[in-house]
Nanobody, 127 residues
Framework: QVQLVESGGGLVQAGGSLRLSCAAT????????MGWFRQAPGKEREFVAA????????YYADSVKGRFTISRDNAKKTVDLQMSSLKTDGDAVYYC????????????????????WGQGTQVTVSS
């Protein structure tokens, strides 16, 4: 069982930066692929970024590629999302998720592939 808690959300101006963090409990965090998703008001939740258990070859949605960076620290059981050059379309609730397939080198992009979810953290981007 894994519990995920996101933090770091807040208000930021367009063009600014923000770093989100997701803290996990459970002994098996290091074996899981992790992802970030977001849901804007009135829209469906969408994939943002994913990183396999090894930390190698993360994958990004085209909309954030080159501006967002996902990273993880298995010793600290955290996965972070560094967001730069934020746009107003980044105004959303951001969710951290864990794919519990053990030691599978994958970067899942569909919600159904993730087994555990955090409660989300709000990011508000002002123009």
């Amino acid at each position: 069982q894994v519990q995920l808690v996101e933090s770091g959300g807040g208000l930021v101006q367009a063009g600014g930066s923000l770093r989100l963090s997701c803290a996990a409990t459970g002994r098996t965090f290091g074996s899981y692929s992790m992802g970030w998703f977001r849901q804007a008001p009135g829209k469906e939740r969408e994939f943002v970024a994913a990183i396999p258990w090894s930390g190698r070859s993360p994958y990004y949605a085209d909309s954030v590629k080159g501006r967002f960076t996902i990273s993880r620290d298995n010793a600290k059981k955290t996965v972070d999302l560094q967001m730069s050059s934020l746009k107003t379309d980044g105004d959303a609730v951001y969710y951290c998720a864990a794919d519990s397939a053990y030691y599978v080198e994958t970067t899942a992009r569909r919600e159904v592939e993730y087994d555990y979810w955090g409660q989300g953290t709000q990011v508000t981007v002002s123009s």
